[in-house]
C-alpha cells in the first residue's frame, strides 16, 4: 500500500511570510503527527490530529498551527516565518497513536527561510 | 517534560564487532520505539516494544525494554557497514498521543 507522502518536498521562503505543508497518510489511519527535525534540537513534537480533532499540541509558538480533515489529510501552516523554522518537516501517520501501533513517517519537507 | 537521553551520541566501530546503544528516559512508560534514519532520508520504524521485559530481533539488531530502570537498549551483533545510520528512541507519552525522541545515535560502521 501507498506509504505516507508530503508535499511539497523542498520549500524556499522568505522571513514574514506564511507557509503550508501538506501531509496525505496511509490508507485507514486516521492519526497523524507532525514533528520539526532540526541540527540543533533534533526531532520535536509539533501536534497529533485523529479524526480531525487536535489531541496534544508540542511546546511551539501560536504561529504553528494545523488541521486535519475528513480524509485524514492534514496540513499545517507557519505564519510569519522566522529563520530558525528552517528544518525538516516530518509527518507521521498510524492507526492510533495512543494505542502502542507503529508511526509510519513520509519523506518530510525542507524549508528553508532566508 | 518528558526527557529522552541517548549514548552514545556517536559511535564509530568495525564491521564485525558489538556494541550497545543506550536509551534512557525520565518518566514511567510502557512504550518505546526504536527508528533508523539514513542521511537525507525520513524515519524507518525498527521496532516497537509496548511491555516490561520485551525484547524483539530483527537481524543484527536487538532491543529491550526494562520499564522499571527507564531504560531500553538496542544491541548490534556482528556489525555491518549497512547499519551505518542514525538511531533515535521515541518513548510514548505516558496519557498518550504523544511521543518524545531521544537526541539520536550517529552509527559509523568501518571496514
Known amino acids: 500500500k501507498a506509504g505516507v507522502t508530503q508535499t511539497p518536498r523542498y520549500l524556499i521562503k522568505t522571513r514574514g511570510q506564511q507557509v503550508t505543508l501538506s501531509c496525505s497518510p496511509i490508507s485507514g489511519h486516521r492519526s497523524v503527527s507532525w514533528y520539526q527535525q532540526t541540527p540543533g534540537q533534533g526531532l520535536q513534537f509539533l501536534f497529533e490530529y485523529f479524526s480531525e480533532t487536535q489531541r496534544n499540541k508540542g511546546n511551539f509558538p501560536g504561529r504553528f498551527s494545523g488541521r486535519q480533515f475528513s480524509n485524514s489529510r492534514s496540513e499545517m501552516n507557519v505564519s510569519t516565518l522566522e529563520l530558525g523554522d528552517s528544518a525538516l518537516y516530518l509527518c507521521?501517520?498510524?492507526?492510533?497513536?495512543?494505542?502502542?501501533?507503529?508511526?509510519?513517517f513520509g519523506p518530510g519537507t525542507r524549508l528553508t527561510v532566508t | 517534560e518528558l526527557k529522552v537521553e541517548q549514548n552514545p551520541l556517536f559511535l564509530s566501530m568495525q564491521e564485525g564487532k558489538n556494541y550497545t546503544i543506550y536509551c534512557n528516559y525520565s518518566?514511567?512508560?510502557?512504550?518505546l520505539y526504536w527508528y533508523r534514519q539514513d542521511p537525507g532520508k525520513s524515519l524507518e520504524s525498527l521496532f516497537v516494544?509496548?511491555?516490561?521485559?520485551a525484547v524483539k530481533q530483527e537481524g543484527r539488531l536487538m532491543a529491550s525494554l526494562d520499564t522499571k530502570a527507564r531504560l531500553s537498549t538496542l544491541h548490534i551483533t556482528a556489525a555491518v557497514h549497512d547499519l551505518s545510520a542514525t538511531y533515535f528512541c521515541a518513548v510514548e507519552k505516558p496519557t498518550g498521543n504523544q511521543f518524545y525522541f531521544g537526541t539520536g545515535t550517529s552509527l559509523t560502521v568501518i571496514p
Open positions: 507521521a501517520s498510524s492507526l492510533d497513536l495512543s494505542g502502542g501501533y507503529e508511526q509510519y
Open positions: 518518566t514511567t512508560s510502557d512504550r
Open positions: 516494544l509496548l511491555s516490561n521485559g
